[in-house]
């Protein structure tokens, strides 16, 4: 993007866009609670992914789009796949061990995101007096 303009508005132009767009897509094909799961996305994660953990949310939209893959376990795609989010960001190393947790039935997107989601509304809202601590 940098060959282009060196303008950083573009980036985070470009880069909300293919994020939001991956989790709009995957909520309106994977949740049976569409605008609540919207809502939770807004209230929650839409300022963290697009502002704050650029590389880290493009590794989550590209396991997003591994998703169906891992359904139909087309493992071979999925890895490669989980390569790339590997070059993005080294979080998506977890997801190596995901096909193995998927036959145990588990949801590998629970647990992606609601930990994340719930210390970043802790660290932000519940404990904000708490950041002079070592100041002392």
Not at 48 to 71: D, V
Not at 102 to 127: D, I, M, N
Request: aromatic share 22%; proline share 4%.
């Amino acid at each position: 993007i940098k060959t282009f303009t060196s303008e950083s508005w573009v980036f985070q132009l470009i880069h909300a866009v293919f994020v939001n767009t991956i989790i709009f897509r995957f909520i309106k094909k994977y949740c049976e609670y569409k605008f609540f799961a919207v809502l939770l996305y807004f209230f929650l994660y839409f300022v963290y992914f697009n502002m704050e953990i650029l590389r880290e949310s493009i590794s989550l939209s590209i396991f997003l789009l591994m998703y169906p893959l891992l359904e139909k376990k087309n493992l071979k795609k999925y890895y490669i796949l989980n390569i790339i989010a590997i070059l993005f960001h080294y979080s998506s190393i977890i997801l190596l061990v995901f096909p193995l947790l998927h036959k145990s039935h588990f949801c590998p997107f629970v647990a992606v995101l609601p930990p994340k989601g719930t210390w970043y509304y802790h660290q932000e809202f519940v404990q904000p007096e708490r950041t002079d601590i070592g100041n002392k």
